[in-house]
């Protein structure tokens, strides 16, 4: 018995079958010009969304931070955060750790909800990316440290606290600070012969690790020239924020003259300022 078939069936179905092929063709043409131009537009719409970021960080950054640090991070009373001295040798997490925890010890107090102070996390964002917006004009500043308009501690001259200690038959201890990025000493010159014991304590929130060096130029800084250069290492394991570590040692008399260091053995932050000279003497 031949078989029925009708004709507005099977036109229909041609109808679709050849819409289906077009749909099919449609979608092999477009998914590479999807890939081609996608990404840019994603990357464009990203730049927008941190410039705007940045803008909203400068805003509240003037309202909370320039008073200490400049209203354009150049320092005033605060270390100076447009140098890149800072802002190449540290992360945009750093920052906002840095933000949020403050520094214990100093001036910077934590600014985030979770430590009682009065910004979210979305505010410490903003206020890096504004920072981070700047790196790319930063000027060079090795003194990023000292605010400007205050004269510089690094005239080869010491403070009160940067005393000589006596001789002494026991270990004499030496008190040092460990903040993003500097190190504090309650002494920075020393006898030969006395023994001492150094203790750093890391009041930063970024791991350091402590190390008596000779001076080493910035542009050759690498970590094994400062294993193989160190005299002593404190925190040996990396000195993690909060924690103390410390290390005996008694210098020598091929130690005087030598204009020693104490030095950071963690990338990029000797380059950020992070060395203090010490003398010894006979």
Same mark, same amino acid.
Request: net charge negative; aromatic share 8%.
């Given at each position: ?160 606290? &940067? ?6 038959? @026991?270990?004499?201890? $030496?008190? *040092?600070? %460990?903040? #993003?990025? /500097? ?36 542009? &050759? ?6 294993? @193989?250069?160190?005299? $002593?290492? *404190?925190? %040996?394991? #990396?000195? /993690? ?42």
């Amino acid at each position: 018995m031949p078989e029925h078939t009708d004709p507005e069936i099977e036109a229909a179905t041609r109808r679709w079958m050849w819409g289906g092929v077009v749909l099919m063709a449609l979608f092999v043409v477009a998914f590479p010009l999807y890939r081609i131009y996608e990404p840019g537009t994603r990357a464009e719409s990203r730049q927008q969304q941190l410039e705007a970021l940045a803008a909203e960080g400068r805003n509240l950054y003037l309202d909370n931070c320039a008073a200490c640090h400049g209203d354009r991070g150049q320092g005033a009373h605060a270390p100076d955060l447009y140098s890149k001295q800072f802002l190449d040798n540290v992360t945009q997490d750093q920052i906002d750790s840095i933000i949020a925890h403050g520094i214990p010890g100093s001036q910077m107090v934590a600014w985030s909800l979770d430590f009682d102070g009065p910004m979210t996390s979305e505010q410490i964002r903003a206020i890096s990316t504004y920072l981070e917006s700047l790196r790319p004009t930063a000027p060079d500043r090795p003194d990023w440290r000292q605010p400007e308009g205050e004269p510089s501690s690094d005239d080869g001259s010491s403070d009160s606290t &940067a005393t000589t200690a006596p001789a002494s038959e @026991e270990a004499v201890i $030496v008190h *040092i600070i %460990a903040s #993003d990025f /500097a190190f504090e000493s309650d002494l920075t010159t020393f006898q030969v012969g006395v023994p001492y014991r150094f203790v750093v304590s890391n009041v930063g929130v970024v791991v350091h690790e402590l190390m008596i060096v000779p001076p080493i130029e910035p542009g &050759a800084v690498d970590m094994e020239t400062m294993d @193989e250069l160190a005299l $002593v290492m *404190i925190g %040996a394991e #990396d000195l /993690a924020a909060g924690a103390e570590a410390s290390a005996d040692y008694t210098f020598t008399e091929e130690d005087v003259g030598q204009q020693l260091e104490m030095a950071c053995h963690v990338e990029g932050h000797y380059e950020a300022g992070m060395h203090l000279p010490i003398t010894v003497t006979d």
